[in-house]
């Protein structure tokens, strides 16, 4: 009985901290594929997309500051022309023309960004 009730204190531990990661890895994933896929390349999305001038998301992972460079990409040129933050950056102004669809992204949606960047492995 005892051990049955370890096991079961351990699965649930398991499930409480790991499946909101589960969620925010598949909803990051699909976050990356509408939007950055367009530029950069993600090996399990795009292998032959993006634009070749632009990193892939692999080979940034090989940056030692790779974790801030994903914590505050919209801040980093040339995101701010197309990537707002709700709460956090500053809307486009309207005089500056639009030459893209601008993205708008939650706070969750740049932390599930993270978590699903977090899985991909270096190159």
Known sequence: MRSMLL????????I?????????VK???QLVREHCARCHVIAD??????IGSTPSFEAMKNLPDWR???EVFFILPPHP??????????ERPENLPAFS?????????????????DTLERK
């Open 81 to 90: 022309s197309v990537v707002r933050v709700e709460g956090i950056s500053e």
């Open 68 to 70: 801030m460079r994903f």
């Open 27 to 29: 909803e990051g994933r």
């Open 45 to 50: 999305i795009n292998p032959y997309g993006g």
């Open 16 to 24: 409480f901290f790991h499946v909101p990661a589960f969620a925010g």
């Open 101 to 117: 669809h601008e993205i708008i992204l939650s706070p969750m949606d740049v932390d599930n960004i993270l978590v699903y960047v």
């Open 7 to 14: 096991t079961l204190s351990v699965l649930l531990v398991f």
